[in-house]
C-alpha cells in the first residue's frame, strides 16, 4: 500500500524566513497531494492541494512543488508569520485494494518565531 | 453554513463500555470520512462512505470498532468494548461530489471528538 513519508517533523523557522516541507510517496499510480494545515488544538484545513498534471502550484505566499519521477512533492511558505505556526500534513492517494483513500504523512509542526 | 458537527466533543469512558460518536456532514457532501488521530499514528483513515454505501474500511483497526451511515445526514462510529488504546481524537470529514471522485476533492474536517478510555 501508499507509503508517505514527511520531513522535518518539526521546523522552527524566524518571521519572513521560507519554510520548506517535503513528502515522498510511494504509489507512482498517485495522482493527487493535498496539504492540510493544522492550527493547536483545531480541525485539519486543506491549504493546497497539485494534481499530477502539473508540475507546481502557487496561492500567495504557498506553493507546491511535485516531481512524479522522483515521486516527492513539497510545501513552500515564503515570508512567513507566526499565525503560519501549526502542524502541517501532506496526503497521497493510495489505491490498494480496488478502492482509493488518502494516505497522509506523519506531519511536521512548524513554529514561526517573532 | 454549519460546518461537519460532530459530539460529543469530549467523551471520557472506562475500559469496557461502549462508545457511540456521531457525525452530521455538510448539507449536499455525499462522502463521508472517519479518521483517528495519535501522536504515535498520525492521522489515520478508518473507514469511508461514499452516497452512505461503505467504500473502504480497511482502516478499522478491528471487531470491536463499527460505523454506519442510515442515510445522507447521519452517521456513527461505535467502539464496543473500548480499550485504552482507543484513546484518541477522531475526526469526521465530508467532501462533495466531484468530478475526481470522493477522494480528490477537499475534505471539510469536524471539529473532532475526543475520546479518553480509563
Known amino acids: 500500500g501508499e507509503n508517505v513519508e514527511q520531513h522535518p517533523s518539526t521546523l522552527s523557522v524566524q518571521e519572513g524566513d521560507s519554510a520548506v516541507i517535503k513528502c515522498t510517496y510511494s504509489?507512482?499510480?498517485?495522482?493527487?497531494f493535498p496539504w492540510y494545515k493544522q492550527e493547536l488544538g483545531k480541525r485539519p484545513q486543506l491549504i493546497i492541494d497539485?494534481?499530477?498534471?502539473?508540475g507546481e502550484k502557487k496561492d500567495q505566499r504557498i506553493a507546491v512543488t511535485l516531481n512524479k519521477t522522483a515521486k516527492h512533492f513539497s510545501l513552500h511558505i515564503t515570508e512567513t508569520q507566526p499565525e503560519d505556526s501549526a502542524v502541517y500534513f501532506c496526503a497521497a492517494i493510495s489505491a490498494q485494494g480496488g478502492s482509493e483513500k488518502l494516505v497522509f504523512g506523519k506531519g511536521t509542526k512548524l513554529t514561526v518565531n517573532p | 453554513d454549519a460546518g461537519v458537527i460532530q459530539s460529543p466533543r469530549h467523551e471520557v469512558t472506562e475500559m469496557g463500555q461502549e462508545v457511540t460518536l456521531r457525525c452530521k456532514p455538510i448539507s449536499g457532501h455525499n462522502s463521508l470520512f472517519w479518521y483517528r488521530q495519535t501522536m504515535m499514528r498520525g492521522l489515520e483513515l478508518l473507514i469511508y462512505f461514499n452516497n452512505n454505501v461503505p467504500i473502504d474500511d480497511s482502516g478499522m483497526p478491528e471487531d470491536r470498532f463499527s460505523a454506519k451511515m442510515p442515510n445522507a445526514s447521519f452517521s456513527t462510529l461505535k467502539i464496543q468494548p473500548s480499550e485504552p488504546r482507543d484513546s484518541a481524537v477522531y475526526f469526521c470529514a465530508s467532501s462533495p461530489p466531484g468530478e475526481g471522485g470522493p477522494i480528490r476533492d477537499t475534505q471539510y474536517f469536524g471539529p473532532g471528538t475526543r475520546l479518553t478510555v480509563l
Open positions: 497539485i494534481r499530477s498534471n502539473v
Open positions: 504509489d507512482s499510480a498517485s495522482n493527487y
